[in-house]
Every structure is written in C-alpha cells, then in structure tokens.
C-alpha cells in the first residue's frame, strides 16, 4: 500500500543524510545516518513516520513485534518499537546471541556473511514488520525475511529509511512476495 511522504518532509530528512564516498570500499556512495541522527527533530520524523504507518488507523494494522538488523537497524528499530508499544526483536551477526540462534547464510558481492535470530523471540503466526536503515542488494533483508519465516512468524512488511534504487533490493523482496515500503528512495 503506498504512503504518499510530504515533500519538504521528504528533502528535510534527505537534507539530514550524509554521502560519505568510497566507503567501506571504493565506488560505495555510504549513506551516513548519524548526522539525521543526532538531530532530535528529523530523528523524530523518521519515527514517526514509521510510526503513522504501522500503528492504531494506519495501513498496516496488526503489527506484534519489530524485527531489526543490527547495527544501524537497532537505533530505528528498537525507538519504532517503543512508540508502537510492541515488542523488538534483534538479528545479529554470527555469535553475537548468547541463546539458542537459528542462521541463515547468504551470498555478498564478495563473500558471505551469516546472520542470526534467538530461536524463541518470535512464536509461529506472530506478525512482525522487519526494519533496516537502508536496503541496497536486498540481500540481507532477503535471509532475515527467511529467518523469520523458518520460525513460523509472519513478514506483514518490510521496512526502510533509504531504498538505493538503482539496486534490486525491492524486486529481490517482492520477488518473495514481501511488501517493501520506505521513506526517501534514492534514484
Ligand atoms: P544489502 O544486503 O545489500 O541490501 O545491504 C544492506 C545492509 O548494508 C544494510 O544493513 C545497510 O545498512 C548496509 N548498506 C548497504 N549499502 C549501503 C550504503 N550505500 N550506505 C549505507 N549502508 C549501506
């Protein structure tokens, strides 16, 4: 379902982001979110925003729990599920969890990588919204939507500050047959 973002709402926060180049590594443009971060009021805009979304009257209704990816995820994350009154759910990279972690391993333009989620934070049929800062590849949302599935719960979206377009990140999830929503998308 689409959300139309107003627009001087939408150049404010984009106004708020960072372009760090060649970081981590050469040709990434590096979406710097702590520069929004550290400004209370657009930091407040972005919550709310997810906020008006996924609570009481907004299009996505139902939502129990939100599962985030650690790092940049937790920050969004763990503030959406407090104005939400649900519960946060951390995924985690390999070794992270202390309990018993389900994992799932994926495929990175160079490498791979292993993230993990507690085997009992979500229970089967649990509707959660799964929330990152931002979606490139897709690749990581792809294996966490995956995990939270092999667990029995239920994707009712998937969420994100940033979505770089020019990467197949959305087709990725909606491939899956997730729905993909975010603020401000980046051609
Ligand atoms: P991907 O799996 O390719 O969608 O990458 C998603 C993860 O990498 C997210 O957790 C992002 O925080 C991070 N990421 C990927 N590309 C960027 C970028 N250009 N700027 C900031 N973070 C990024």
Same mark, same amino acid.
Do not use: C, W
């Given at each position: 379902?689409?959300?139309?973002?107003?627009?001087?709402?939408?150049?404010?926060?984009?106004?708020?982001?960072?372009?760090? +180049?060649?970081? +981590?590594?050469?040709?990434?443009?590096?979406?710097?979110?702590?520069?929004?971060?550290?400004?209370?009021?657009?930091?407040?805009?972005?919550?709310?925003?997810?906020?008006?979304?996924?609570? +009481?009257?907004?299009?996505?209704?139902?939502?129990?729990?939100?599962?985030?990816?650690?790092?940049?995820?937790?920050?969004?994350?763990?503030?959406?599920?407090?104005?939400?009154?649900?519960?946060?759910?951390?995924?985690?990279?390999?070794?992270?969890?202390?309990?018993?972690?389900?994992?799932?391993?994926?495929?990175?333009?160079?490498?791979?990588?292993?993230?993990?989620?507690?085997?009992?934070?979500?229970?089967?049929?649990?509707?959660?919204?799964?929330?990152?800062?931002?979606?490139?590849?897709?690749?990581?949302?792809?294996?966490?939507?995956?995990?939270?599935?092999?667990?029995?719960?239920?994707?009712?979206?998937?969420?994100?500050?940033?979505?770089?377009?020019?990467?197949?990140?959305?087709?990725?999830?909606?491939?899956?047959?997730?729905?993909?929503?975010?603020?401000?998308?980046?051609?």
């Amino acid at each position: 379902m689409e959300m139309t973002v107003n627009k001087t709402l939408v150049e404010n926060l984009k106004g708020a982001i960072r372009d760090v +180049p060649d970081f +981590p590594s050469e040709g990434i443009i590096f979406k710097d979110i702590t520069t929004l971060l550290k400004q209370g009021e657009r930091f407040k805009e972005v919550i709310d925003l997810f906020a008006a979304r996924y609570g +009481p009257g907004g299009p996505v209704p139902g939502v129990e729990a939100i599962v985030a990816i650690e790092a940049r995820g937790f920050i969004l994350g763990g503030a959406l599920a407090v104005a939400l009154g649900v519960g946060f759910v951390p995924v985690r990279k390999q070794g992270k969890l202390p309990a018993q972690a389900t994992r799932m391993t994926y495929e990175l333009e160079y490498g791979r990588d292993t993230i993990e989620m507690h085997q009992d934070a979500l229970s089967a049929g649990q509707k959660v919204v799964l929330l990152d800062d931002v979606i490139a590849t897709g690749g990581t949302a792809e294996a966490t939507v995956r995990l939270i599935q092999g667990v029995g719960a239920e994707v009712l979206e998937t969420a994100f500050l940033i979505e770089l377009g020019f990467l197949p990140g959305r087709s990725k999830l909606e491939a899956l047959g997730q729905s993909v929503f975010s603020i401000l998308k980046y051609d």
